[in-house]
Structures are given as structure tokens and as C-alpha cells.
């Protein structure tokens, strides 16, 4: 099955600094890779993601790039705010099994990252 | 539109106790999720759900786990009986189409403790 590592498990950068969190997922097979932001007491929320047949996706000051051949993806985040600081996740699908799947995803374990303003 | 909802929030069992956790996806989403994050470690997979079919329990960890969805809607795991490794936070997700990679909502957690 697939593999998700993440890495830093700890971040900090001071404000307006940029954070790069990595992983690297271990199915060639797999073809979407969504990054989840969790701050402290809440639900993880999706921030961005990114699909197979595309290197690289921009969102304000967030992006996320994707490297198929070395099996990794990244998460930019730039201009840093205080608001920034929570636990994020990587994760990765598996392909279909079945007309009726929806691929579950598999997760790295997390980085906390802090803005230190 | 209202999110993913679950209940309890917090449970405080002891071992061999049994607990039942709810959660209520997003109105009209066929696709439910269970995840479990262990001790800070990745949330990790247990069972997924296309409207009331089990389509894949693979992360399933044993059988003292019990997860149903009747009528499609919401859905109930169960632990029963509970150990201490089954301490953790557990997390619903909703997504709305079977057969395409939507987005994963989740739901705020059932923090499980089990002494």
C-alpha cells in the first residue's frame, strides 16, 4: 500500500519568513495529494491540492508543487502570519479499486509549524 | 451548509467498556470516511462507506471495531470492548460523489481515552 513521509515534524519560521514543508509518497500509481491545515482544537481543513497531470498549483500565498518522477510534493507557504501557525498534513490516494471508489487517503505524520511574530 | 458532524467530542471510557461514535456527514455526500490519528502519529485510515455499502474496511483494526452506516446517512463505529491502544482521536470525513476524487471533509474529532 502506499507510504506517506513527511518531513519537518517542527517548524519555525519568523513572520513574513517562508515555510517549506515536504513529502514523499511511495505509489507511482497515486495521482492526488491534498495538504490539510489543522489548528489547535479544530478539524483539519483542506488548504490546497493537486492532481497528477499538473507540476505546480497557486493559491494567494500558498503553493504546492509536485515532482511525479521523484514520487514528491511540497507545500510553500510564503509571507508567513501568525495565523499560519497549526499542524499541517500531506497525504496521498491510492487509485480506484472501483467504479465506486473514492480513493482514501494516506497521511504523513504531520508538521507543526510556528510563526514566531 | 453545515459541515461534517460528530459526537461525542470527548469520550472518557475504561478498558472493556464499550463506546459507540456518531458522526453525521455533509447533507447529500455519498462518500464516508473513518480515520483515526494515534498518539500525534499520521491519521490513518480505518473504513470507507459509499451511501450505506461498506466499500473498504481495509484500516479496520481488529474486530472489536463495528462501523454501520443504515440508510446512508449518518454512521456509528463501535468499540466494544474498548483496550488501551484504542485511545485516540477519531475522525469522520464526507466527500459527495462515489466514483470521482472529491474533496475530503472532515469533522472535528471524537477524542477517545480509554483508561
Known amino acids: 500500500g502506499e507510504n506517506v513521509e513527511q518531513h519537518p515534524s517542527t517548524l519555525s519560521v519568523q513572520e513574513g519568513d517562508s515555510a517549506v514543508i515536504k513529502c514523499t509518497y511511495s505509489d507511482s500509481a497515486s495521482n492526488y495529494f491534498p495538504w490539510y491545515k489543522q489548528e489547535l482544537g479544530k478539524r483539519p481543513q483542506l488548504i490546497i491540492d493537486?492532481?497528477?497531470?499538473?507540476g505546480e498549483k497557486k493559491d494567494q500565498r500558498i503553493a504546492v508543487t509536485l515532482n511525479k518522477t521523484a514520487k514528491h510534493f511540497s507545500l510553500h507557504i510564503t509571507e508567513t502570519q501568525p495565523e499560519d501557525s497549526a499542524v499541517y498534513f500531506c497525504a496521498a490516494t491510492e487509485p480506484l479499486i472501483s467504479n465506486f471508489g473514492n480513493e482514501k487517503l494516506t497521511f504523513g505524520t504531520g508538521t507543526r509549524l510556528t510563526i514566531i511574530p | 451548509e453545515a459541515g461534517v458532524t460528530q459526537f461525542p467530542s470527548h469520550s472518557v471510557i475504561e478498558k472493556g467498556q464499550t463506546v459507540t461514535l456518531r458522526c453525521d456527514p455533509i447533507s447529500g455526500h455519498d462518500n464516508l470516511y473513518w480515520y483515526r490519528r494515534v498518539m500525534g502519529k499520521e491519521i490513518k485510515f480505518l473504513l470507507h462507506f459509499v451511501k450505506e455499502s461498506k466499500q473498504d474496511e481495509s484500516g479496520m483494526p481488529n474486530n472489536r471495531f463495528l462501523a454501520e452506516r443504515t440508510g446512508g446517512t449518518y454512521s456509528t463505529l463501535k468499540v466494544q470492548p474498548a483496550e488501551l491502544e484504542d485511545s485516540g482521536v477519531y475522525f469522520c470525513?464526507?466527500?459527495?460523489?462515489?466514483?470521482?476524487?472529491?474533496?475530503?471533509?472532515f469533522g472535528p474529532g471524537t477524542r477517545l481515552t480509554v483508561l
Open positions: 470525513a464526507s466527500s459527495q460523489l462515489a466514483g470521482r476524487t472529491d474533496t475530503q471533509y
Open positions: 493537486i492532481r497528477s497531470n499538473v
